[in-house]
């Protein structure tokens, strides 16, 4: 997530590849982004109020 923007992947439905995953969850350093949530079997990458508060509660 990026600001308002935000994009999801369902890997059971419609898997991408692992390059298009790698650039989303690794920064320009090469670690994982911050912050970093897992929240059951979804995983949150990044800040985005609006997610989170849907994600959570």
């Known amino acids: 997530m990026k600001g308002k923007k935000t994009v999801k992947f369902d890997l059971k ?3 991408p590849n ?3 995953l790698v ?3 690794l920064g320009p350093t090469g670690n994982l ?6 929240a ?12 989170y508060t849907e ?3």
Do not use: M, S, W
């Open 40 to 51: 059951g079997k979804t995983i949150l990458v990044g800040f985005n109020e609006e997610v």
């Open 13 to 15: 439905k419609d898997r």
């Open 55 to 57: 994600q959570l509660l």
């Open 33 to 38: 982004r911050a912050p970093t949530l897992i």
């Open 18 to 20: 692992q390059a298009e």
């Open 23 to 25: 650039r989303h969850l």
